[in-house]
């Protein structure tokens, strides 16, 4: 984690963060469980998603930006990207891209 300093403050926030559970279950058995929790970060037509699990909050992958949640097409933000980065490199000791 990366501590910006009492004067210093995040650059950006997430527009939604989210608690979910998936469980699987087969013949009635749970064969997966995941406790995650979402972050989703917009700015000016572009798109971040974040993931957390419970299992491991010490860790957190991130996608690549995108048009937005529904259109997953790549584009150049390096500005909006670096602040995303900052964001989660404060709270979490690895922070992992997606592909």
Do not use: C
């Amino acid at each position: 984690m990366q501590p910006l300093g009492p004067e210093l403050e995040d650059s950006i926030r997430p527009v939604r963060i989210e608690h979910g559970v998936f469980e699987d279950w087969k013949d009635g058995n749970l064969v997966q469980f995941y406790n995650f929790i979402d972050y989703d970060f917009e700015q000016s037509g572009a798109f971040i998603a974040a993931r957390a699990y419970a299992d491991n909050f010490e860790e957190i992958s991130m996608s690549w930006p995108y048009e937005n949640a529904e259109q997953l097409r790549r584009v150049e933000a390096p500005q909006f990207e670096a602040a995303v980065l900052s964001y989660l490199q404060r709270r979490f000791r690895a922070v992992r891209r997606t592909d």
